[in-house]
């Protein structure tokens, strides 16, 4: 049973950084595509950040050039390194991991991933 659990969420202030964590459990990061995505309150879940098997990296728009998606897989974990936080990107952050033979996507889309973290609360406050 796949068991994803995120860590490093929180409340900051603008300009500040956080990273988030992804702890797999009954899943094995290195060589999978994985992603985070983020839901704001009364919108839509939407793909920030994504890595395949390979180790290519994607980064939706939102958040482009303040993102970094990193696997370490001596500790089966999945981060996001969030930096120049701003109060729109306050949201609750999911981590989100495609089966094994989806192993090359490289992708931002919600529906090409199978397993799902509970996610964690980003505040981030002017």
């Known amino acids: 049973q796949v068991q994803l659990v995120e860590s490093g969420g929180g409340s900051v202030q603008a300009g500040g950084s956080l990273r988030l964590s992804c702890a797999a459990i009954?899943?094995?990061?290195?060589?999978?595509?994985m992603g985070w995505f983020r839901q704001a309150p009364g919108k839509g879940r939407g793909g920030v950040a994504a890595?395949?098997?390979?180790?290519?990296?994607d980064y939706g728009d939102s958040m482009k050039g303040r993102l970094t998606i990193s696997k370490d897989a001596a500790k089966n974990t999945l981060y996001l390194q969030m930096n120049s936080l701003q109060p729109e990107d306050t949201a609750m952050y999911y981590c989100?991991?495609?089966?094994?033979?989806?192993?090359?996507?490289?992708?931002?889309?919600?529906?090409?991933?199978?397993?799902w973290g509970q996610g964690t609360q980003v505040t981030v406050s002017s």
């Open positions: 009954g899943y094995t990061v290195r060589g999978r595509s």
């Open positions: 890595i395949n098997g390979p180790g290519r990296t």
């Open positions: 989100a991991a495609a089966d094994e033979r989806w192993w090359y996507r490289l992708t931002l889309n919600e529906n090409e991933y199978n397993y």
